[in-house]
């Protein structure tokens, strides 16, 4: 016997999704933030995904709530699965678009950051990011570089590219 629409939906396994963008000047230093609602390490601009949003629309929304800036995300750079951790948080599916060029000056000028949510915002060289993030956005924001300097969008397993052996 087959179970109503309802019922089967509810017995799939849950994930969350969220998006965000990569925000770079001429150099290839990256706009990171950091968050009030943790002391030790910085993010990518961006959020959880609203039910019924597209992705491409939370990095909208998400950089103008946090950033106050207004712009249209480009294209796909990185889509990051990450599994259940062991804090109970469940699976997380992580699309970060590309934000545009944004020169220090430019960002100076025109960041606003949200308040509440929010203690400040850096753009950040290569060589700072393994201080600055935790080691699965290292790899992902190292992903996001590649992928705008090559054009070509990367999948990630938890910051990691699929092995492909085999093949």
């Not at 999704?17 to 601009?45: C, K, N, S």
Request: charge should be negative; proline fraction near 8%.
């Amino acid at each position: 016997m087959s179970l109503p629409p309802e019922q089967y939906y509810d017995s799939l396994p849950k994930h969350i999704a969220g998006a965000g963008a990569i925000l770079h000047d001429p150099d290839g230093r990256i706009l990171l933030v950091r968050p009030a609602y943790r002391d030790d390490t910085w993010e990518i601009p961006g959020g959880a995904m609203e039910h019924g949003e597209y992705p491409w629309e939370t990095a909208r929304r998400e950089v103008q709530e946090e950033l106050g800036l207004e712009l249209a995300p480009g294209e796909l750079l990185v889509v990051d699965w990450v599994p259940p951790q062991p804090d109970g948080r469940p699976a997380l599916v992580n699309y970060l678009f590309d934000g545009g060029l944004i020169t220090g000056a430019e960002a100076e000028r025109r960041v606003r950051l949200a308040g509440d949510e929010l203690f400040e915002w850096r753009l950040a060289a290569m060589d700072e990011w393994d201080g600055l993030l935790a080691e699965h956005m290292v790899r992902r924001v190292r992903a996001c570089s590649v992928a705008l300097a090559t054009g070509r969008t990367a999948y990630l397993q938890h910051g990691r590219p699929l092995a492909r052996t085999g093949w």
